[in-house]
């Protein structure tokens, strides 16, 4: 998976997409290594794999991201890593969305949810933010009206929840969750390839027993 900082550009004002139809596939995180296969960045770990997948670098700086252009069946697509923190991914995610003029219909956002099991994906076509502070961003700033892809982390009881949430998968973990992040990519491209009923139809998973 890229790291942030890795053949970074700074990308000066383009407008090759601007007014055209196109995809944004935004995975939610924090930036730096100390952030790095935390809980908090299966969003992230998401479009890098779909990067990779893909073939695309991640590796042009504007918006408040790091992101990469690609197409996904004919289509242009953003695969985009905000890069103001989690609580402020609506920034990034709104000027995206306004530059381009993209319906937020045509937004798919990726992230990490403590509130369904560990193991679960959950895909919907809109939505309240639930207890995601990078979703209540989001949404906050451009409206409830977009597909999501939740991977579910689970939770712990006896733990403060921003340690949890920051704190790196277990080897056990990753071994249930790897699958699952890989298969949130596979359903951002589905739901671009097939819509979003598809989508939910074949990648929705119910996880481990809470």
Partial sequence: MQELGRSIKKEEAKTDFKEVNMYVIAGLGNPGKEYASSRHNAGYMAVEYLAGKLNTKLNKL???????????????VMLVK??????????????????????????????????????????RPSGSAGTHNGMKSIVDSIGSEFPRIRIGIGRNEEMDLADFVLQKFSRNEKDI??????????????????????????????????
């Fill in 62 to 76: 504007k918006f408040n991201s790091v992101y990469g252009d690609t197409s996904i069946n004919g289509e242009k």
């Fill in 82 to 123: 905000p890069v103001t923190y989690m609580n402020k991914s609506g920034i990034a995610i709104a000027e995206i969305v306004k530059f381009y003029k993209i319906s937020t219909s045509n937004l798919i956002v990726i992230y990490d949810d403590i509130d369904i099991p560990l193991g679960a994906l959950r895909i």
């Fill in 177 to 210: 969750v790897t699958p699952i992040i890989e298969r949130a990519a596979e359903a951002a491209v589905e739901i671009i390839e097939n819509g979003i009923d598809s989508a939910m139809q074949k990648f929705n998973m119910k996880g481990d027993t809470p």
